[in-house]
């Protein structure tokens, strides 16, 4: 607030005051009245000055409760935007939350269910194991029982063989011995002598 204004700068002098007469010509009892007089003058001068001063107090006093209720209606207004934010704030936190949930279930989910489709190809991968082997093992079976037969088939043919073999060498000396007979039958006869004395022949 404003600093009331020096009495030094409004207050005058009792020679300032006086008349133009000088003092000097004046009684003892004027210049007392004349002392009063000037006191008087004073005092009112202070009075209004105090006045004024308290006047442009009570203003700024007004003007800064003015500028108080603007700031608080300012704060109330940011309090309430700042409520608002809050509410936006914690909604989103709750809409996050939700989404992060479901997107937690969801991968859950698909993680069980890729869980669940490799544990199937792992047991049908087993499975398939399993047969090739089995039938791997028929095979090998099969292809021991018919190595088996074609070995024995393979010494019976060549049990045949052999046989064939002994047959045609038993055939050749037959058929050389019919042809020494025939020969020495149509030689005896030629000769006039009788087959019944033909010399018996003996195949070997």
Known sequence: SPVPKARANHRQTPSQAQSPVDSATMSPVERTA?????????????????????????????????????????????????????????AQEQQMQKLLMEYKVRLEDSEERLRRQQEEKDSQMKSIISRLMAVEEELKKDHAEMQSVIDAKQKIIEAQEKRILSLDSANSRLMNALTQVKERYSMQTRNGISPTNTTKLSIT
């Open 34 to 90: 004349a002392w009063v007089l000037n006191n008087g003058q004073y005092e009112d001068e202070e009075g209004q000055e105090l006045q004024q001063s308290k006047e442009e107090q009570d203003k700024h006093a007004e003007k800064y409760e003015q500028e108080i209720a603007k700031l608080k209606e300012r704060l109330k207004v940011s309090s309430r935007r700042l409520e608002e934010y809050e509410r936006r704030l914690l």
